[in-house]
């Protein structure tokens, strides 16, 4: 084992760790930075890929905007500095459960699909030529392209934009 | 010639003729990370006495004078008098995400240090997504604010803390979209490529007027993003005693103010890195010998005289423009400056097809 | 994980310099912690609220509106990553390119507008509304006094 399985290994226990620190965690504002955490430790787990593209965009969308979001929620929300109730005893055995039999599942697949790797060729490109190559595939008109999946994304945006005026704007009149 | 570049290639050389790969290595990362440590203690020393001089002669006063030569001591003893104080926690605080929230917009602000370029080949990491990783890391230290907004337990802290996230949030995106339009001229996000693209004059005046609107946009929109007047309402202080860092003190109000000066550095680096080509001379076209000329004056203090020029002009705001409400702040960025920065891409993007800038 | 050692040397400085970061910055607030003062007096731990005794729990409920601020900034950060996808390859692209994004600009600037329209955007009171009220107001009163026979 080199260096650089060390670090991944560090990594990996470091998302695993704080991802489950933010399901179990009683406090709301700390379940968010929790995952916060877990979400960085991903884009580090990118970045140690050499995917320097795709861990910025983890870093953009999900740390810089999806937090965000979950926290300004927590900010609307009546008594987010008292302790959650601790959840129903059926509830924790069951989500235990999933758990288990999802990484059950994971194993199965892997272990089925243990001839699937990541070979040298496949990553000896310049990440330098692999961003513009995504922005080139993603609006290109051929036949390969995904100019149309793009456009749909404009509308889902679009969607998501109308949705949220509805959710804020349903306020009692007056309501300040 | 004596210049940076030189300096550090030769201990470059050294360190690796003397020691195994490995550990020059590591020698080499140790001495730029204390370099870059050094780099900031010094600047935040060096950008609050500047605040506080700047100030002091804009109201014809004199400023700090008293300690050491024209008051150029103060700041080091007022950090000297911070790191003895008490760091007070107050009742009912979540004592964790208190004391992790300025330690997170500390280390957040020196990580997004490291692809900003100093001098002619003196980068710590020309990492290959150099601006998309300052705008992604950057984004990170408004969770630092709203951390320590509620952590504090108290009033003023989470108002100061609100507004600050929503502030940072809205003008993020009008800082990104004008990093964009200097994006589409270079078609390269490293910045070092950014810097060489702009050998034969700055993109403020090669771009036309896209470039100078983008230019102006992006002043005003880390103006916002730094919690600096006119848009300090964040920690007005007026209204909320120190907004987010109220319940701050000691080494941790210490840190939460150095990181709004090192930030304040970060961003004026990277307006002069985008628009007034970094540590690049002043070139026009092909006027070699203008050029020549230019080139005696060397890098480091070419990139040091826009930052510093730029972070004058954020501070000569703070006494011009009368503090704006928040209400006022956000229109100001959702129905001004979003729609402006997006028509100003597409018209940015019109002119490098057609090929319309130098 | 990578097994070519090449391009892990480009991220062995920055991982270093992460970790020496956060390292001193733990000493240096640890040696504060140190130097600093104790004090443990009648009101040391009180919140500061003006010098008076806190009201009311401190975390406050706020505004849907300043949820809309962090949703919409969602929605236009995904936005602005593809668009940056393209500012890099637009060269190759051309004006089919462009009009691919000018058709997806212009959707959420369309949008924008309609928000603005229908007042999503207008977070606080608006003040000029606020002033013609008043103004209505005060003619009426106006009107009424000098209807009075006296």
């Known amino acids: 084992m080199n260096a650089s399985a ?3 290994y560090i990594l990996s226990a470091f998302i695993l760790a704080t991802g489950l620190l933010a399901v179990t965690s009683r406090k709301i504002f700390r379940t968010a930075i929790w995952l916060l955490f877990s979400l960085t430790g991903v884009a580090g787990l990118y970045f140690w890929l050499g995917m320097q593209f795709i861990a910025a965009v983890q870093v953009v969308v999900y740390v810089g905007g999806i937090v965000v979001l979950i926290i300004f929620s927590i900010f609307l929300t009546q008594q987010s500095g008292k302790d959650l109730p601790s959840p129903l005893r059926r509830r924790t055995v069951f989500s235990a459960l999933a758990a288990c039999i999802g990484f059950a599942l994971t194993c199965l697949l892997l272990s089925r699909y243990s001839s699937f790797r990541v070979k040298e060729s496949d990553y000896d490109f310049a990440p330098d030529m692999s961003i513009s190559a995504i922005g080139n595939q993603l609006l290109s008109t051929s036949e390969h392209g995904y100019v149309l999946p793009f456009e749909v994304i404009s509308i889902l945006l679009l969607a998501a934009m109308i949705g949220c005026i509805v959710i804020a704007m349903k306020s009692k009149p007056g309501d300040k | 010639m004596l210049s940076i570049e030189n300096i550090t290639h030769s201990i470059d050389v050294w360190l690796y003729g003397t020691f195994n790969p490995t550990a020059a290595l590591l020698l080499e990362s140790l001495i730029v990370g204390l370099c870059a440590i050094t780099l900031f203690a010094v600047l935040g020393l060096v950008l609050v006495l500047m605040e506080r001089k700047v100030s002091a002669y804009m109201q014809i006063r004199l400023g700090p004078n008293r300690v050491g030569p024209g008051g150029a001591l103060q700041t080091v003893a007022d950090t000297l008098k911070l790191a003895m104080k008490e760091g007070l926690t107050p009742d009912g605080a979540d004592k964790f995400l208190f004391n992790l929230a300025p330690f997170m917009v500390i280390v957040v602000a020196m990580l997004i240090l490291v692809p900003v370029a100093f001098a002619k080949g003196t980068q710590i990491w020309d990492i290959n997504i150099g601006v998309l990783y300052i705008s992604a890391v950057s984004s990170l230290s408004v969770i630092g604010i709203l951390m320590a907004g509620w952590a504090s337990n108290n009033k003023y802290s989470l108002l100061g803390a609100m507004r600050s996230g929503a502030q940072i949030v809205s003008y993020e995106l009008s ?11 270079t078609g390269s996000l490293r910045i070092s490529d950014i810097i060489d693209s702009q050998q034969d004059g700055w993109w403020l005046f090669k771009g036309h007027i896209p470039a100078m609107i983008s230019f102006v946009i992006f002043i005003i929109a880390v103006t916002a993003e730094t ?21 701050y003190s000691g080494m941790k109000f210490a840190l939460f103010f150095l990181a709004e000066y090192v930030n304040i550095f970060i961003v004026c680096a990277i307006a002069a890195t985008l628009f007034l080509g970094g540590w690049m001379p002043l070139h026009i076209g092909h006027w070699t010998a203008f050029n020549h000329a230019m080139d005696y004056i060397p890098s480091s203090l070419w990139f040091i005289g826009k930052t510093f020029f730029l972070i004058f002009v954020i501070m000569w705001f703070r006494w011009t423009f009368p503090r704006l409400r928040i209400d006022q702040l956000l229109s100001l960025e959702w129905k001004y400056l979003l729609p402006l920065s997006l028509f100003n891409l597409l018209l ?6 057609k090929g319309w800038h130098f | 994980m990578p097994s070519n050692e090449s391009h892990s040397t480009l991220l062995w400085p920055l991982l270093l310099y992460t970790i020496l970061v956060v390292i001193l910055l733990a000493a240096i607030l640890a040696l504060s912690y140190l130097l600093g003062q104790r004090h443990d007096d009648r009101a040391t731990g009180k919140p500061y609220e003006g010098g008076i005794e806190q009201t009311g729990a401190a975390r406050l409920r706020f505004s849907a509106k300043f949820y809309l601020v962090a949703m919409l900034f969602v929605i236009f950060d995904v936005e602005a990553v593809f668009i940056m996808l393209w500012a890099l390859g637009f060269y190759a692209l051309g004006w089919r390119g462009y009009l691919g994004v000018l058709v997806f600009i212009g959707q959420l ?27 209505k107001i005060k003619l009426n009163s106006d009107e009424m006094v000098a209807k009075q026979p006296w």
Not at chain 2, 348 to 353: G, H
Not at chain 3, 109 to 135: F, M, P, Q, R, T
């Open chain 3, 109 to 135: 600037l369309v949008v924008l507008v309609y928000e603005w329209g229908i007042g999503a955007l207008s977070i606080g009171a608006d003040a000029k509304k606020i002033l013609k009220e008043y103004k």
């Open chain 2, 175 to 185: 800082a990104g979209l004008s990093i964009i339009s200097i994006v589409t001229l």
């Open chain 2, 227 to 247: 919690n600096r007047a006119p848009f300090d309402l964040a920690e007005a202080e007026s209204e909320l005693t120190a907004g987010f860092h109220t319940e």
């Open chain 2, 348 to 353: 940015m993007t019109l002119i490098s097809i």
């Open chain 1, 6 to 8: 060390v670090v991944f």
